[in-house]
């Protein structure tokens, strides 16, 4: 039997310790010696009538133990001694074991919610190992559109979750600043430019036509004078190809901004190669014989790795690959850098670069569980019944400002946060952009802002509610609430451990929902005076309700609105 460790006494690590300790104190403990270890998981409870939570080790164990379950999950009952947070335990068939929470303990979580205040949910579970996420990472040849937009969000978040986890974390974008795509941005821009100027000048095949590049090149126009371009067409395009790229990486920088995504680094790909680091790793992959020459270019031999087929690192013509600089940025990350472990978030049309990634890994002498890539599905756009297709070289997108202009930052963070990554996306503008309880976003908000508002109003009639006697709280809508605020804390460690942050809106959703039904059935303030003890009770539940709900919008990016 496997014990559970961590140093945060959540609801769910304090349930496992008392069934630990309860398996130990059975009389079949000794035959688990020489068994394999199990973990003992926790579920809360769908129906009330099952209790708040139950676990399923009873039938794990009788597996091993070749009994029956039900008999096991009884002997585990009867031996477990914490009646401090248990009031009572129940066997279900075939082998669950059933806890019904104490609660007059449930009750004391009020009490550290409101001292913990912001830090609620905060935990020590990364011990300030480094771990850094690189995400977005889209080449700056076109602003970001609302593909990109869902990617940022969910490293934003994830970054978030990580760091109240105790990560010591670094977020970082990866400026695509290399490579032929970037050579084709320069010829779009500079045709652009000189058109501009009244010159005739074809666009290259497969050139960016969107609008977004004449305006680049109007830019330049403005910023660089005549005088400054070269006469020398090859040094002209360059001069203005760098300037337009500065003018897009910058144009991309504030557009995540205003989608209040941060980075704490961005890294240029040609640094790999002006600072040695692709060199050398390509003579790390020389030293170990993964290198081959074929056709006058430098393969990866990445199928000795268990990749589907070799990889080109370097062209005949002497430049490097897209494969080459990524083996290089990833030697850089944990070799260089020694960051404990990576986190990379793409797009899902990029699965097809895993197997290369772990091959990679392998190469590098690199532990694979070091890389996590996490991938997520395309966005469509939905407005009315209309559905808006993407394309960046034609010019055909809904740019990450634009959707910012229709719906609004929290709209944008919580419905690219609210669906997994694994799952297709329709962002539909008339639902994020409806201002009733319907829309989640405003059902949230609004709950936060009603507190904020009752809690205004106790201010005003002088109720002073710092000593009170919690233990009047006793209506089902009130337990319910202190049920779901406690579940934060276990919900931030199974988040981060799983990289799952899509679990936090709905778990806000629902706080909010038991805070609202809670306002129907309870009354708060009372004008009549002998209801005064009852109503402090239930200022001071608000406030810790007050304290949960703001710090999940805190950890999605969102506005915590004190009036609506």
Not at 325 to 349: C, E, L, M, P
Not at 475 to 483: A, G, K, M, V
Not at 497 to 508: D, E, F, G, R, V
Request: hydrophobic fraction near 35%.
């Amino acid at each position: 039997m496997e014990r559970p460790v961590s140093k945060k006494q959540t609801v769910n690590q304090i349930l496992k310790n008392a069934i630990w300790s309860g398996i130990q104190s059975t009389n079949f403990a000794v035959s688990l010696k020489n068994l394999p270890p199990l973990k003992i998981q926790i579920e809360k409870t769908k129906s009330k009538n099952n209790g708040d939570y139950a676990t399923n080790i009873a039938l794990k164990l009788s597996k091993l133990l070749k009994k029956n379950p039900m008999q096991v999950a009884t002997e585990i009952s009867t031996s477990i001694q914490s009646k401090n947070i248990i009031r009572k335990i129940e066997v279900a068939k075939p082998g669950f074991i059933n806890f019904f929470l104490n609660e007059k303990w449930l009750l004391k979580n009020i009490y550290t919610i409101l001292k913990e205040k912001n830090k609620f949910g905060n935990s020590d579970l990364g011990e300030n190992s480094k771990i850094q996420i690189e995400f977005v990472s889209v080449n700056p040849t076109g602003p970001i559109h609302i593909g990109h937009a869902r990617g940022a969000v969910l490293g934003s978040v994830l970054a978030n979750i990580l760091e109240v986890s105790g990560y010591d974390v670094s977020k970082e974008y990866y400026i695509n600043d290399a490579g032929n795509q970037i050579e084709k941005f320069y010829q779009s821009v500079f045709v652009r430019y000189l058109q501009n100027k009244n010159i005739s000048a074809n666009m290259p095949e497969d050139g960016y036509e969107g609008k977004y590049i004449l305006e680049i090149a109007q830019q330049i126009s403005k910023i660089l004078d005549e005088k400054e371009i070269p006469v020398n067409e090859k040094s002209a395009q360059s001069l203005i190809g760098e300037t337009a790229l500065k003018l897009m990486i910058t144009n991309i920088k504030n557009d995540l901004e205003s989608l209040k995504v941060f980075y704490d680094n961005w890294f240029s790909e040609k640094s790999l190669i002006n600072d040695g680091i692709f060199s050398e790793t390509l003579s790390l992959l020389d030293y170990k014989k993964l290198t081959k020459t074929k056709d006058g270019a430098k393969w990866f031999t990445s199928t000795k790795l268990g990749d589907t087929k070799d990889k080109v690192l370097i062209r005949s013509n002497g430049t490097p690959t897209y494969f080459g600089t990524d083996v290089a940025y990833h030697y850089s990350k944990i070799v260089k850098r020694n960051f404990d472990q990576i986190i990379d978030i793409w797009g899902a049309d990029h699965q097809g670069h895993v197997p290369f990634m772990k091959s990679m890994m392998s190469a590098l002498d690199i532990e694979q569980k070091r890389l996590k890539i996490l991938l997520y599905q395309l966005v469509t756009i939905k407005k009315g019944s209309t559905a808006i297709r993407l394309s960046k070289r034609k010019g055909e997108i809904v740019t990450l400002k634009d959707l910012i202009d229709e719906v609004g930052v929290d709209a944008c963070r919580y419905f690219f946060i609210s669906k997994s990554p694994e799952s297709q996306m329709e962002f539909d503008l008339d639902y994020a952009k409806n201002e009733s309880k319907e829309n989640p976003v405003y059902y949230i908000q609004y709950a936060h802002a009603r507190i904020c508002s009752i809690l205004e109003i106790a201010k005003q009639n002088n109720i002073n509610f710092e000593d009170c006697d919690i233990s009047l709280l006793s209506h089902e809508s009130e337990i319910d609430l202190i049920q779901k605020m406690i579940q934060l804390p276990d919900l931030i460690e199974n988040m981060a451990s799983n990289l799952t942050p899509h679990h936090l809106p709905h778990y806000t959703l629902d706080l909010a929902n038991n805070f609202h039904v809670f306002y129907q059935n309870c009354k708060v303030i009372s004008e009549n005076k002998s209801e005064l003890e009852i109503s402090k009770a239930r200022l001071k539940l608000i406030s810790a309700t007050k304290i949960v709900l703001s710090k999940c919008l805190q950890i999605m990016g969102m506005n915590a609105p004190k009036y609506m």
